[in-house]
């Protein structure tokens, strides 16, 4: 897609952005149907390692997918041994979600998944590109934050 008013270089740089921002969610799908995993699940599941019972309505905030989204994939995973749900002691309009053994071992397991395939796309590039490929993407992510912060123009 051409860019109108915005220079050659910087339109290849988004260009180049973009195609990366695709294969990466190409290669994640790729890597997770293999598995025969939901694409939420690995981050669930990664929440609740770090917060394990936290609220079903706080998990779908923290993963940022729609609340009926979050209960479908907690479903699944309470279907298939990976975690259980239980009504908050104090307030029983809360659903807390737990690992089981099952859940942590399949955590673990995602972890060396995304691990490997880390390794797989970022350890060929020598120390001095990592660095600033670092560099760079924080500065992009700092320009995104920014816009999304931003409020929004009124029309004109």
Not at 49 to 64: M, Y
Not at 117 to 126: C, H, K, L, T, W
């Amino acid at each position: 897609m051409e860019l109108e008013n915005v220079d050659p270089l910087t339109s290849g740089v988004f260009q180049a952005f973009s195609k990366t921002l695709h294969l990466q969610r190409q290669a994640m799908m790729k890597l997770l149907a293999e598995k025969g995993v939901h694409p939420g699940e690995p981050l669930c599941l990664h929440l609740l390692t770090k917060r394990d019972g936290t609220s079903q309505r706080d998990l779908a905030d923290d993963v940022h997918l729609s609340r009926p989204r979050v209960t479908k994939i907690v479903q699944t995973l309470e279907k298939e041994g990976a975690v259980v749900r239980r009504a908050d002691e104090s307030d029983q309009r809360l659903t807390r979600v737990f690992l089981t053994s099952e859940g942590r071992r399949r955590a673990m397991d995602m972890h060396a998944l995304m691990q490997r395939y880390v390794e797989r796309i970022i350890a060929p590039f020598s120390a001095a590109d990592r660095v600033e490929l670092e560099r760079l993407l924080s500065l992009l992510a700092d320009g995104i934050s920014r816009v999304l912060n931003e409020e929004e123009e009124p029309s004109r």
